[in-house]
């Protein structure tokens, strides 16, 4: 009962909320004094004792601020750099003036190896209900952008195992 009286005071998380806990992702649908119910995203009802709550580390993600995305694309080894500058320049442009997403855009020639180069290009997502949508919308134009610049994806670089 001292675990229910615990999420009551400090509200770790409510209702609706989306978290992470004890190895399962869902949402909060009842908090109860001994227990409280998660639905995961396999539509799963979780019922996890609320003294095993106190005890454990909470990943509330309905909290967050915005939802980074790590986009990594592997470009011929062969591209001209200034192709591939050119590139990283409109990437940058058309994922900043992308409506939901935040304006510290990076977009860059992160490595290279023999036969590919990487770009890298990260940014966060503010809207959360739409995250899918933007992520596929920002992929859209990034390969819009490499098929006008000529830049022809490839297989990345595998760096060999000491």
Request: proline fraction near 2%; charged fraction near 30%; hydrophobic fraction near 35%.
């Given at each position: 009962?001292?675990?229910?009286?615990?999420?009551?005071?400090?509200?770790?998380?409510?209702?609706?909320?989306?978290?992470?806990?004890?190895?399962?992702?869902?949402?909060?649908?009842?908090?109860?004094?001994?227990?409280?119910?998660?639905?995961?995203?396999?539509?799963?009802?979780?019922?996890?004792?609320?003294?095993?709550?106190?005890?454990?580390?909470?990943?509330?993600i309905s909290a967050?601020?915005?939802?980074?995305?790590?986009?990594?694309?592997?470009?011929?080894?062969?591209?001209?750099?200034?192709?591939?500058?050119?590139?990283?320049?409109?990437?940058?442009?058309?994922?900043?003036?992308?409506?939901?997403?935040?304006?510290?855009?990076?977009?860059?020639?992160?490595?290279?190896?023999?036969?590919?180069?990487?770009?890298?290009?990260?940014?966060?997502?503010?809207?959360?209900?739409?995250?899918?949508?933007?992520?596929?919308?920002?992929?859209?134009?990034?390969?819009?952008?490499?098929?006008?610049?000529?830049?022809?994806?490839?297989?990345?670089?595998?760096?060999?195992?000491?």
């Amino acid at each position: 009962m001292f675990g229910g009286f615990n999420i009551f005071m400090n509200k770790p998380f409510q209702i609706d909320d989306i978290v992470s806990l004890k190895g399962y992702e869902g949402t909060i649908e009842e908090v109860g004094i001994r227990t409280t119910v998660m639905r995961t995203w396999d539509d799963t009802k979780v019922i996890i004792p609320n003294s095993e709550i106190s005890n454990s580390t909470l990943e509330n993600i309905s909290a967050r601020r915005g939802r980074r995305v790590v986009l990594s694309i592997a470009v011929d080894g062969g591209t001209k750099w200034d192709m591939l500058e050119k590139a990283t320049k409109e990437i940058k442009k058309i994922v900043e003036e992308t409506p939901g997403v935040r304006n510290d855009v990076r977009a860059d020639i992160f490595d290279y190896g023999e036969c590919s180069i990487s770009l890298r290009v990260v940014y966060w997502v503010d809207d959360e209900d739409n995250y899918f949508d933007i992520r596929h919308r920002v992929n859209v134009e990034i390969k819009k952008v490499l098929d006008s610049s000529k830049v022809k994806l490839t297989q990345p670089h595998i760096k060999a195992k000491d």
